[in-house]
């Protein structure tokens, strides 16, 4: 494998999601989709059936490789790619095992049943060492896309992680997780504080390496109520955000776009859209016309179809996107996705009938 430093990468040539997400108005929506490179490809599960999902996330090579296929199959459909890895390395860098089980998604072997297990975690991490594969693969990745459309780094809000951390994997109710924070407060936020020290750090060396842009996922942000939320996720989002371009300002590194993703909490848009992150992103279930009143178009919007319509034939895709970049409208920054990651048993070509949709509506409406 070639070895590329972060440096002299290839010039971009499509900038389109960097101007949208800075407050210019694009000629039309760019467009991207979380879980992009992912299970729905059957490229991937070529690369898969030789390779455990955290191997892959672990090798630069593999995670570039899926990191490309996207980009290589649908071309100059998608104006951005996004590094191939997991929210869950973060707990794992901290020093829990995570495996990732076939039809049954990430599991701890032995997670955080009270705080007595807080000493089982490593008291400080090294960053570099423990995540630098990360570092790699994204390195490795900026120059092989030849420049072709920036890339996204990411990690896990620390809500969502320290709710993965003591469940163990994913749950229907948090209610072992949810029960620290009422139970154990003053321990559920030095645990928050402890990941976000790490998030920070983390995302500042993902631009280090070479991202472009930066999203935080807050996946289990809906399952708190406003109240909770405002406690025990939104300090943590704003300092994450806060403290990142704090960092890349001091050591000159460029201030890149940062998204924030926090499912299910329509109730914070307007907290979110002043959290210092250039975009917010919406879930399915938030009206559009409802989220620009909210944040007051201070941000760019991302969204926001269902996943499940891609499920629903060309004619509903065609449909349901055509009416989700009428109602962003035509004077929005609207950079267009779906309302979650894309569902794993999707046909690649009902995806591209979105995408082509989405290109040619927004740049209609927008003449």
Not at 155 to 164: D, N, R
Not at 296 to 317: E, H, S
Request: with cysteine; net charge neutral; glycine share 8%.
């Amino acid at each position: 494998m070639t070895t590329y430093k972060a440096e002299n990468f290839p010039k971009l040539q499509n900038d389109l999601i960097l101007r949208v997400s800075r407050g210019e108005k694009g000629e039309r929506a760019p467009v991207w989709i979380m879980r992009q490179a992912g299970r729905y490809l059957p490229e991937f599960h070529e690369i898969r059936k030789d390779h455990s999902f955290f191997e892959v996330c672990r090798t630069p090579e593999l995670a570039c490789q899926l990191t490309l296929q996207p980009i290589d199959r649908y071309g100059k459909l998608l104006d951005a790619s996004i590094i191939f890895s997991d929210i869950l390395v973060i707990p794992q860098a901290m020093g829990l095992e995570v495996l990732m089980v076939a039809g049954k998604g990430p599991v701890f072997t032995a997670p955080l049943d009270t705080p007595a297990d807080l000493v089982r975690l490593t008291e400080n991490v090294d960053v570099e060492k423990e995540l630098g594969y990360v570092y790699q693969a994204i390195t490795l990745t900026r120059h092989r896309l030849e420049g072709r459309v920036p890339l996204f780094g990411f990690i896990g809000a620390p809500w969502t992680l320290m709710a993965y951390m003591i469940e163990g994997g994913g749950s229907k109710t948090l209610a072992k997780a949810k029960s620290w924070l009422w139970k154990h407060p003053k321990e559920s936020h030095a645990l928050l504080q402890r990941i976000t020290d790490i998030a920070i750090e983390f995302l500042v060396g993902q631009v280090r390496a070479g991202a472009q842009m930066l999203q935080v996922f807050e996946s289990w942000g809906g399952e708190l109520s406003p109240d909770a939320f405002k406690e025990f996720s939104l300090p943590y989002i704003r300092q994450i955000s806060n403290k990142v371009k704090e960092r890349l300002a001091k050591e000159g590194l460029e201030l890149v776009p940062m998204t924030i993703f926090s499912k299910g909490s329509w109730y914070g848009l307007e907290d979110l859209s002043e959290s210092n992150y250039e975009v917010v992103s919406l879930d399915w279930t938030i009206d559009p016309a409802f989220a620009r009143k909210m944040t007051n178009d201070k941000v760019a919007l991302q969204g926001n179809m269902d996943p499940t319509v891609l499920y629903g034939g060309f004619d509903a895709i065609r449909e349901t996107a055509t009416k989700m970049v009428h109602a962003f409208g035509k004077d929005s920054r609207h950079i267009a996705n779906l309302g979650h990651g894309i569902l794993p048993t999707v046909d690649p070509e009902a995806l591209k009938v979105y995408l082509e949709t989405v290109q040619k509506v927004s740049a209609e409406i927008r003449k």
